[in-house]
Nanobody
Framework: QVQLVESGGGLVQAGGSLRLSCVPS????????IGWFRQAPGKERELVAT???????AYADSVKDRFIISRDNSVNTMYLQMNDLEPEDTAVYYC?????????WGQGTRVTVSS
C-alpha cells in the first residue's frame, strides 16, 4: 500500500514562510508527475503547483512568484516552499503523485496563516 506522507504545516504569521515535504512510502515516484493541492474551509480543492513532466512547472496565479515546487529524486521527496504567506493561503495542503491512471494522495497537512 503506497502512502504519501506530508509534513511541514503549521501556524505562521502573514509574510512568513513554510516548507512542506511529501514522501511516498512503499515506492519511488521519480517517474511520476507530482503536485500540491489545497482545500480551504468551505471551498473546493484547488491546484497550487505541479511538476507534470521533467523540467516543467505550473502554478496557480494566486501563488505564482511566492511558492516554489521542487522534487529531489535522490531522497524521493517533493517540496513546496511557501514564501510571503497570506491569510488567504490558510488551508489543508495535499500532495499528489500520478502516472496514467495510478494516483496517490497524501492525507494533508494544515497551514494556518494569521494576520
Amino acid at each position: 500500500q503506497v502512502q504519501l506522507v506530508e509534513s511541514g504545516g503549521g501556524l505562521v504569521q502573514a509574510g512568513g514562510s513554510l516548507r512542506l515535504s511529501c514522501v511516498p512510502s512503499g515506492r519511488t515516484f521519480s517517474s511520476f508527475a507530482i503536485g500540491w493541492f489545497r482545500q480551504a474551509p468551505g471551498k473546493e480543492r484547488e491546484l497550487v503547483a505541479t511538476i507534470p513532466s521533467p523540467g516543467t512547472t505550473a502554478y496557480a496565479d494566486s501563488v505564482k512568484d511566492r511558492f516554489i515546487i521542487s522534487r529531489d529524486n535522490s531522497v524521493n521527496t517533493m517540496y513546496l516552499q511557501m514564501n510571503d504567506l497570506e491569510p488567504e493561503d490558510t488551508a489543508v495542503y495535499y500532495c499528489k503523485s500520478w502516472r496514467g491512471t495510478t494516483i496517490y494522495w497524501g492525507q494533508g497537512t494544515r497551514v494556518t496563516v494569521s494576520s
